[in-house]
């Protein structure tokens, strides 16, 4: 479902919403042109775009959206309210950062532990990660399946006492080289899996990839906010932005 505006015979807006199941949308996409911003032409066209979507039936449409969309500030988180979306909510920060700026991290890890990439894990940890798989015991963000083009030679895998305690996998998409996910299985929480597993990705990076390679990720909950506000705003280009949800029901 997608509504537009001309101005002068060009097109300067546009919004697009997508049907994600019955009576549910998604507002997939919302654009206006720089030069007629600040004029309440976002606000106006998307309850254009309210409208064509109750025609279709829907009964709600959801919304995730950053700053970046439509400018900056109060002015973007502004707009969907304004047309009569609930309240913005923070679910997600996501980082960017050049790999020349990111910190080494440098450990002396216990002797019962080690980390391999997925290339040249021995044979019982990789089929262990799978078992995890197939099974359906891992979050999405750790399921290797998920990813659009892993890159094997970066994804970790740690253990301790040749048991698996965790997996970083590292996608590669359009924008640059995307922190897919960091999981520790829970007997191995609050050790030191997660930080060997980001030290040996960055070595391997770090051997592969120009310093001006991108690297970006988004956290979902405190720790990951932590870890990845520590170890991705060093560098002096480091950006970081937050998503919003809202949602519109009719």
């Excluded at 997925?118 to 995890?132: F, G, K, R």
Aim: proline letters at 5%; charged letters at 20%; glycine letters at 8%.
């Amino acid at each position: 479902m997608c509504v537009g505006a001309i101005y002068d015979g060009k097109a300067c807006a546009a919004a697009l919403a997508e049907s994600q199941s019955a009576g549910s949308y998604y507002l997939r996409y919302l654009f206006v042109d720089p030069a007629a911003r600040l004029c309440g032409l976002g606000t106006y066209l998307l309850r254009g775009l309210l409208g064509e979507v109750k025609a279709a039936g829907a009964h709600e449409i959801k919304a995730v959206y950053s700053p970046s969309m439509l400018g900056e500030g109060k002015q973007t988180l502004s707009v969907l309210t304004r047309a009569g979306f609930s309240s913005p909510k923070p679910i997600s920060t996501a980082f960017s950062v050049r790999l020349g700026d990111i910190p080494n991290v440098n450990l002396s890890l216990p002797a019962n532990m080690a980390v391999y990439s997925a290339v040249d894990a021995p044979e019982p940890v990789q089929l262990a990660y799978q078992a995890l798989v197939e099974g359906d015991k891992l979050p999405s963000y750790a399921n290797a399946e998920w990813l659009k083009e892993p890159v094997p030679e970066l994804c970790s895998f740690s253990t301790v006492t040749d048991c698996l305690s965790g997996v970083l996998l590292i996608d590669h998409r359009e924008e640059g080289y995307h922190i897919a996910g960091l999981y520790v299985l829970e007997p191995f929480r609050g050790g030191w899996s997660a930080a060997a597993l980001i030290a040996r990705t960055l070595t391997a990076a770090r051997a592969m990839l120009p310093d001006e390679a991108e690297v970006w990720t988004s956290a979902i909950d405190r720790g990951g906010f932590s870890l990845c506000d520590k170890l991705l705003r060093q560098g002096k280009d480091a950006r970081k932005e937050t998503e919003f949800y809202a949602v519109y029901r009719f």
